[in-house]
């Protein structure tokens, strides 16, 4: 069975950091693509930040510079270091794991960025 779990999320001010987790189960981490989208209330769901299996980024262009993705294939774990954050990166953050036709995600998690 296929777990995407991620952790991190929370209440942040204007200008913090925070770091997403997602921890994956039961399936071959280590070629699969790792992506984090985010939904805010009432917009779909976009991409923030992906990650291939041979380690290049790519990232949106509202959070290039702030954000970056990395993996630890030893622990099966994609992360995502937010910083400098800003109110419009309010939203549910959702992992993805990707590999041809195969397509999971998390349950997602909340960061909210307020005053």
């Known amino acids: 069975q296929v777990q995407l779990v991620e952790s991190g999320g929370g209440l942040v001010q204007p200008g913090g950091s925070l770091r997403l987790s997602c921890a994956a189960s039961?399936?071959?981490?280590?070629?699969?693509?790792m992506g984090w989208y985010r939904q805010a209330p009432g917009k779909q769901r976009d991409l923030v930040a992906a990650?291939?299996?041979?380690?290049?980024?790519n990232y949106a262009d509202s959070v290039k510079g702030r954000f970056t993705i990395s993996r630890d294939n030893a622990k099966n774990t994609v992360y995502l270091q937010m910083n400098s954050l800003k109110p419009e990166d309010t939203a549910v953050y959702y992992c993805n794991a990707k590999q041809y036709i195969l397509n999971y995600w998390g349950k997602g998690a909340l960061v909210t960025v307020s005053s």
């Open positions: 039961g399936i071959t981490f280590s070629i699969y693509a």
């Open positions: 990650i291939t299996s041979a380690g290049s980024t």
